[in-house]
């Protein structure tokens, strides 16, 4: 699993690659396990420069067909839209204008500098939370300390919800954007509203970085 991480990721994470190799034994043989294999490490495609604003995501959609190895992202042409993507897609649209959202397919954003990193990387179909206790939270903090250390205190983390907030003293040295999750049950407690696409922007002006197309 380790040779699946982009070979600048192998090189900050070289001490976890035996922490990734337990995680895979401890999902061999299982099945309905999400998201495909190919995808699982689908977030550190890219090599960490490449990244200036992290969103940090619990673990992977369990429906089925749902789960892309992005945080919160589905497959293009998905529908319905998970709850919680069609509320992000939402404040999308109130933050920036509704000419931002042509689809709701924002793995996009990915490409143009956004790392939408799951805590946990895998679940089991129709189960949430499946894999909380094989080892992805100690990988993924492991990858967050990395690309906060690359950045020198410029990259903006996006966290929605309290297990998302709860690696805020991790990201002390990053810029923060916190909120309720975009989930039915959380989101008009302050997600909406919340304008997170348009303040991160600001954040990344203000270190002279290039601001994220948000566009999907």
């Known amino acids: 699993m380790f040779e699946q991480l982009h070979p600048r990721w192998q090189e900050l994470l070289a001490d976890q690659s035996e922490a990734l190799e337990a995680i895979a034994e401890k999902l061999h043989g299982l099945e309905n396990v999400v998201p495909a294999k190919e ?38 042409n998905t529908d319905p839209l998970p709850p919680t993507l069609r509320n992000i897609i939402r404040e999308l649209r109130d933050d920036l204008g509704h000419d931002q ?26 189960r949430t939370a499946a894999h909380f206790d094989i080892g992805w939270e100690d990988f993924t903090a492991a990858a967050i300390a990395s690309l906060q250390t690359l950045h020198k205190g410029r990259l903006v983390a996006i966290l929605w919800g309290q297990r998302a907030i709860s690696i805020k003293e991790q990201l002390a040295e990053s810029k923060i954007i916190e909120s ?13 509203g919340s304008k997170p696409f348009s303040r991160t922007n600001v954040l990344l002006a203000e270190s002279g970085l290039e601001l994220i197309d948000w566009s999907c």
């Not at 995501?57 to 369990?62: F, R």
């Not at 039915?184 to 302050?190: E, H, I, M, N």
Request: aromatic fraction near 12%.
């Open 39 to 76: 995808n699982i490490l689908r977030a550190f495609a890219y090599p960490p420069e490449h990244y200036r604003v992290l969103i940090v995501g619990q673990d992977p959609y369990p429906s089925e067909g749902h789960a892309t190895g992005l945080s919160f992202c589905v497959p293009p």
């Open 180 to 192: 309720p999750h975009p989930s039915p049950l959380s989101s008009y407690r302050g997600f909406f």
């Open 101 to 126: 959202v042509r689809n709701a397919d924002i793995s996009v954003w990915a490409d143009r500098g956004v790392m939408m990193l799951n805590r946990n990387l895998t679940t089991l179909k129709g």
